[in-house]
């Protein structure tokens, strides 16, 4: 065998490892990528049922609050109807 065919041989075979390790590289970061993701969409998930979860509790105290209590809407200032100073008619100002 020539030395320029051995140089060529040589040449091809670390090519061809280089490819193959940028290859397998790739697909590892790949992966690693798209498992981020399924982490992050788990997380996203358990947090919402989290929110609901909270959300739920919420409307139960709610519901037992305005059970043994009555809740009547407060006449503001600021609100329509009002009755309090201003400059509605018949308040006599």
Known sequence: MSRASKLTLAATGLGTAGIIYFVHWA???DRAAMHRGVERDV???RIRAERQADFEMQKRLEEEYLKLQTVTAIDLPNSA???TGGNNPGNGS
Request: hydrophobic residues 0%; negative net charge; aromatic residues 0%.
């Open 81 to 83: 109807g009002s009755t």
């Open 27 to 29: 697909q590892e970061n």
């Open 43 to 45: 997380e996203k998930q």
